[in-house]
């Protein structure tokens, strides 16, 4: 069993045996596109050939939306680190984009920051990593409506990206991803789409074309022609962004909810409302799992839910 590559499935700890459960799917010898894939996770969560170390097994946590393992994971690194250590601006990292996830905004700003200010302190030079926290920060502000700072946060990171001579780099994607939603929000579609559309091509210059990040791309590209009357071509991009997901993540993961979602609120602008009805419960079902009860994704769902319900009598 050496070298071959598994699908995790579900991970979690047993409090009693003080062990982790670690559940797998053997994937097969012959599907290609998802070695492409391990491979950029591996480099992305492992450090490429470096060993896997208890920071990147609780990113790796995070990113298949095991929150509550991830934070406790951090939270027990953090007691080891002093803020001098040379891992502790990662961490800072690890926490914010966790608290991101759970929409908790402010604090994940907080985490952020401390980050920035520890790697500006012991690393300037690092360009390319502090133009991503600045990208960072900048999403975090969008997330709070808070455009105009977002736009200076962007700006700024992609000045330190010119300096590192990265204006082509994944973490430009974000940024350009930022900008679009903003622009979406605006009700800017065209420009919203040019952005989706550039953040797109950077991502599939660089990473597998079933790598989740681009799913989020995808799903942009589908809120602007659903928002424009293009309903077929919306439908094609939510399905795009479903299909590498359910490839790419454990199924209970909320972005695949949030994959159900985005269709659901397709056929309830189409006044397809059976069908609508039909993907809001398949959303709810996967965020009332993988989700707290007041997570606002849990809340808003409920609320299309009896939306729908309502129109239909």
Not at 65 to 86: F, M, N, Q, V, W
Not at 101 to 107: A, C, L, Q, S
Not at 266 to 277: C, D, Q, R
Request: proline share 2%.
């Amino acid at each position: 069993m050496v070298g071959c590559i598994f699908l995790l499935i579900d991970i979690y700890r047993d409090d009693n045996e003080q062990i982790w459960i670690i559940k797998m799917q053997l994937a097969e010898d012959d599907n290609h596109a998802l070695k492409k894939l391990f491979n950029q996770l591996k480099a992305d969560y492992g450090g490429g050939e470096n060993e896997t170390n208890l920071q990147s097994f609780g990113d790796v946590l995070q990113h298949m939306g095991k929150y509550d393992s991830a934070e406790k994971i951090y939270s027990d690194l953090r007691k080891t680190y002093s803020p001098d250590d040379t891992s502790f601006s990662h961490l800072c990292f690890s926490f914010g984009m966790l608290y991101k996830e759970r929409k908790d905004y402010d604090r994940s700003l907080q985490w952020f920051q401390r980050a920035l200010d520890r790697k500006i302190r012991t690393e300037p030079s690092d360009f390319v990593y502090i133009g991503g926290l600045y990208c960072c920060i900048g999403n975090i502000h969008m997330e709070k409506n808070g455009y105009n700072e977002a736009i200076k946060c962007y700006n700024t990171a992609m000045d330190y990206y010119k300096c590192g001579n990265a204006t082509n780099h994944p973490y430009v994607a974000s940024l350009y991803h930022g900008i679009a939603r903003i622009c979406y929000a605006q009700k800017q579609y065209s420009d919203a789409l040019d952005y989706y559309q550039r953040s797109l091509a950077i991502q599939k210059q660089h990473l597998p074309s079933n790598h989740p990040d681009m799913a989020i791309n995808h799903t942009g590209i589908g809120d602007v022609y659903r928002s424009v009357g293009k309903y077929q071509l919306a439908m094609n991009n939510y399905k795009t962004s479903f299909d590498i997901r359910m490839k790419s993540l454990p199924p209970q993961h909320q972005d695949i909810g949030s994959s159900y979602k985005s269709i659901g609120l397709l056929y309830e602008t189409m006044n397809n409302l059976k069908e609508a009805l039909e993907y809001y419960k398949k959303a709810e079902s996967i965020y009332r799992q993988s989700l707290s009860a007041q997570h606002s994704n849990v809340v808003e769902i409920a609320k299309d839910i009896q939306r729908v319900i309502s129109k239909l009598k």
